[in-house]
C-alpha cells in the first residue's frame, strides 16, 4: 500500500466529498457500485459527509493485467524406440487465471481542481469471483487503503 499527499493541504479543511460522475475507469457498473458504496460506509466513519458541494471529489482507478501463475500441473507425453523418440510436455494451472490488479483512489481538491490525496494498492485476483468475493475484496481493499487518510505528518 503506498499513499502520497500535498504536504500543503491541512486535510482538517476537508469535510464533505462527492463522486466524480466517470469514477471507476476499469471497474464494471456493480463493481462501482461496490466500491461508492464502502467508501461512503467507510469515509462516514471518519466523521466525512457526502455533498453536493463538497471540499474535495473522490476518483477511483483500477488497473488489470495478467499474472503469472506459476501453479501448474505437468503432464508427459512420451513414445520411444531403439531408433529415436518423441515426447510431449506441457503445464495446466491450477486454480483459475489470476490478475494483478493496481486500485487507486483520488481525492481532488474541488476548487483548484489539484490531486491532494492518492492511495494505491496492488494485489492478485481470481479473475471469477462470486459478487460476494467480490464485496469483500473491495471493502479489505480500501479499508487498507482509507487507514492511510487523513495523512499524518
Same mark, same amino acid.
Given at each position: 500500500?503506498?499513499?502520497?499527499?500535498?504536504?500543503?493541504?491541512?486535510f482538517?479543511?476537508?469535510?464533505?466529498?462527492?463522486f466524480?460522475?466517470? *469514477? $471507476?475507469? +476499469?471497474?464494471n457498473?456493480?463493481?462501482?457500485?461496490?466500491?461508492v =458504496?464502502?467508501?461512503?460506509?467507510?469515509l462516514? /466513519? @471518519?466523521?466525512?459527509?457526502?455533498?453536493d458541494?463538497?471540499?474535495?471529489?473522490?476518483?477511483?482507478?483500477?488497473?488489470?493485467?495478467?499474472?503469472?501463475?506459476?501453479?501448474?500441473?505437468? *503432464? $508427459?507425453? +512420451?513414445?520411444?524406440?531403439?531408433?529415436?523418440?518423441?515426447?510431449? =510436455?506441457?503445464?495446466?494451472?491450477?486454480?483459475? /487465471? @489470476?490478475?494483478?490488479?493496481?486500485?487507486?483512489?483520488?481525492?481532488?481538491?474541488?476548487?483548484?481542481?489539484?490531486?491532494?490525496?492518492?492511495?494505491?494498492l496492488?494485489?492478485?485476483?481470481?479473475?471469477?469471483?462470486?459478487?460476494?468475493?467480490?464485496?469483500?475484496?473491495?471493502?479489505?481493499?480500501?479499508?487498507?487503503?482509507?487507514?492511510?487518510?487523513?495523512p499524518?505528518?
Amino acid at each position: 500500500m503506498i499513499s502520497d499527499y500535498d504536504a500543503e493541504i491541512n486535510f482538517n479543511n476537508f469535510k464533505t466529498y462527492n463522486f466524480f460522475e466517470d *469514477i $471507476g475507469k +476499469g471497474l464494471n457498473e456493480f463493481d462501482v457500485k461496490r466500491v461508492v =458504496s464502502t467508501l461512503h460506509t467507510e469515509l462516514n /466513519k @471518519k466523521g466525512l459527509a457526502q455533498n453536493d458541494n463538497p471540499d474535495f471529489y473522490i476518483n477511483v482507478i483500477a488497473n488489470y493485467s495478467e499474472a503469472q501463475n506459476r501453479n501448474t500441473i505437468g *503432464i $508427459g507425453i +512420451g513414445s520411444g524406440n531403439r531408433n529415436g523418440g518423441f515426447g510431449v =510436455s506441457g503445464g495446466i494451472p491450477i486454480g483459475g /487465471k @489470476k490478475l494483478n490488479e493496481e486500485f487507486i483512489i483520488e481525492f481532488v481538491n474541488a476548487k483548484t481542481n489539484e490531486i491532494i490525496w492518492e492511495g494505491v494498492l496492488n494485489s492478485t485476483i481470481k479473475e471469477q469471483r462470486t459478487p460476494e468475493e467480490k464485496e469483500s475484496h473491495f471493502t479489505d481493499i480500501i479499508n487498507k487503503i482509507l487507514d492511510k487518510y487523513p495523512p499524518k505528518g
